[in-house]
Antibody
């Protein structure tokens, strides 16, 4: 049974940094690409970033490019999101999600329950 | 960047009726890489449909997807009270960003 558990959220001041983690279990983590998707309070879903199974291929939304860094540790079945220069508009629930299949051209299928990041002075 | 526009914003129907939700893309989506998600309050999204028309594991056959190119539809036949949720489309085919639509809120009277 796929399980994704996010952690690391909290309240942080604008301009500061935060690192989110996602612990994966119940599947072969090292063969699946992984996404981060966020949702501001009361708003819709916003795709943030994706990393390939081996970390060699990474893409970001323009809204976070240059500030956020996605990474993974396949030896520990962990996914990370390093968030720097945080802005008020980064306030959201952050979900990690596993791609449906190990190949290209698949959406996220399994999602964690999310971790709330609040950027406020 | 591909912009996805969903319609209507809100849909209110009765149990047993059919719901038709639309997702229109600002440019053609390659390989029909279009997914639909259901999200209930306080829960993570749930994948319903991928590849425009393939049902994800465990999804009832009341849910069906269709369309190609720039116009896609999610149909929910024989609505049940638990279908009340917000539904999002997402494109994951063209180069990132893998954008989402703004969502359609489905209310079951």
């Amino acid at each position: 049974q796929v399980q994704l558990v996010e952690s690391g959220g909290g309240v942080v001041q604008p301009g500061r940094s935060l690192r989110l983690s996602c612990a994966a279990s119940g599947f072969s983590f090292s063969i699946y690409g992984m996404h981060w998707v966020r949702q501001a309070p009361g708003k819709g879903l916003e795709w943030v970033t994706v990393i390939s199974y081996d970390g060699s291929n990474i893409h970001y939304a323009d809204s976070v490019k240059g500030r956020f860094t996605i990474s993974r540790d396949n030896s520990k079945n962990m996914l990370f999101l390093q968030m720097n220069s945080l802005r008020v508009e980064d306030t959201a629930v952050y979900y990690c999600a596993k791609k449906l299949s190990g190949g290209t051209g698949y959406p996220p299928d399994s999602w964690g329950q999310g971790t709330l990041v609040t950027v406020s002075s | 960047e591909i912009v996805l526009t969903q319609s209507p914003d809100t849909l209110s129907l009765s149990p047993g009726e059919r719901a038709t939700l639309s997702c229109r893309a600002s440019q053609r989506i390659s390989n029909n890489y279009l997914a639909w998600f259901q999200q209930k309050p306080g829960q993570a999204p749930r994948l319903l449909i991928y590849g425009a028309s393939s049902r994800a594991t465990g999804i009832p056959d009341r849910f069906s997807g269709s369309g190609s190119g720039t116009d896609f539809t999610l149909t929910i036949s024989r609505l049940e009270p638990e279908d009340s949720a917000v539904y999002y489309c997402q494109q994951y085919g063209n180069s990132p960003p893998y954008t989402f639509g703004q969502g359609t809120k489905l209310e079951i009277k």
